[in-house]
């Protein structure tokens, strides 16, 4: 009888483990269903609404006629919400905001500048219904999209760590900038639920043919949400997703990057180029050093790129983290200096391993080239 209960257990034992083994594959529905969606993502939305503020009135300041103020520039950042946009931003990020582009964007508000002059100019201001520092950079750009990063993505991240559950779902695709029905574009033409921050510029870069950085995106948040729903059991399937949505941002803003850099270079190169033309190459360059710059204060085992690759594209830019631009140096040397453009675009490509034909269709903006 002994034996027989030793057998029997080791038999029971077996069985179990072979249907624990016999794991049903996740069933990954084709669109994404969510009932409470707008009830979920009310903080989201009131952080969306705060950048957008905070972004409007740092905005005023590009005409010359308008003074910021420190006052106004801590509300809309800390305290304009619960939670606030602050309160979710990269402490790294946070503190640069403060200490630095906050002061720098007061002290050249209402105040004329010329980019001929940065070498040596005391105090930046407006060029070409531009803001810039004294030595050029557009600290605005840095601030409101380096916040994609080092706040919403940063936000996403660590909604992505918790114990998570189908509304924490609703509630990194808000933050990401999109809709629970996921339309691939701004144009309210087009949809009622447009897509904005980060979802609009992955939209941009997506083709609309099953394949693009917006599409891969939506399927990976259908794949998490039926992780979720299915319970433990599906934990791979659930960080599998996570990993690829993150990786996926990540590439969608480099790819965004890229556009935004061959968009500056003919602007500095083409024969005399306005003043209006170099502020809209300096605009251009200041968005991506904001796109590039916002990841150093997320947790590096959160993104693809080191600290050390954004420091060197950083660099590229005339726009090193610690001290001062030099970004009036395309505009003055602009045969020279726009190599390194190419160089930043060249370092983005090793990074991420992007090939030449996708590199050609970054510098398309698909939603406005196929009218959708």
């Known amino acids: 009888m002994k034996k027989l209960s030793v057998l029997t257990i080791s038999l029971l034992t077996l069985f179990t483990a072979c249907k624990k083994e016999e794991k049903t594959p996740l069933v990954i529905p084709t669109t994404y269903v969510s009932t409470n969606f707008d009830a979920n993502v009310s903080d989201e939305n009131s952080l969306r609404n705060q950048l957008g503020s905070l972004s409007t009135y740092m905005k005023k300041a590009e005409n010359v006629s308008n003074k910021l103020s420190d006052d106004s520039l801590t509300k809309y950042f800390t305290n304009n919400g619960t939670p606030s946009l602050k309160s979710i931003t990269s402490t790294y990020f946070s503190n640069l905001i403060e200490s630095s582009y906050f002061p720098t964007m007061v002290a050249c508000s209402q105040n004329a500048y010329d980019i001929a002059d940065g070498a040596t100019a005391t105090n930046g201001g407006v060029y070409g219904a531009r803001l810039l520092d004294k030595r050029g950079k557009e600290t605005l750009q840095e601030v409101e999209k380096g916040l994609y990063e080092a706040a919403f993505y940063n936000h996403l991240v660590t909604l992505s760590q918790g114990t998570m559950t189908e509304a924490t779902v609703d509630k990194m695709i808000r933050i990401y900038g999109a809709h629970s029905s996921f339309p691939n574009t701004n144009t309210l033409a087009n949809t009622s639920t447009p897509d904005a921050f980060i979802a609009l510029y992955t939209a941009r870069r997506d083709k609309n043919d099953g394949t693009g950085f917006y599409t891969k995106i939506r399927d990976q948040f259908i794949k998490l949400q039926a992780a979720v729903k299915a319970g433990s059991d599906y934990n791979q399937e659930k960080n599998e997703a996570i990993a690829e949505i993150k990786l996926l941002i990540e590439k969608s803003i480099m790819a965004t990057v890229i556009n935004y850099s061959y968009a500056a270079i003919p602007k500095f190169t083409s024969g005399s180029p306005t003043f209006v033309t170099n502020a809209s190459g300096i605009h251009d360059l200041s968005e991506c ?37 030099a970004m009036y140096k395309f505009v003055a040397e602009p045969v020279t200096e726009t190599t390194k453009i190419s160089d930043a675009i060249a370092k983005i490509k090793s990074i ?21």
Do not use: C, M
């Open 289 to 325: 050093v904001g796109f590039i710059h916002g990841f150093k204060g997320v947790s590096s085992a959160n993104r693809k790129i080191t600290d050390t690759q954004i420091d060197e594209l950083l660099a590229l830019l005339h726009a090193p983290s610690g001290t001062d631009a």
């Open 352 to 372: 991420y391993g992007f090939t030449d034909a996708e590199l050609i269709d970054f510098k398309t903006n698909w939603i406005s080239s196929q009218g959708r």
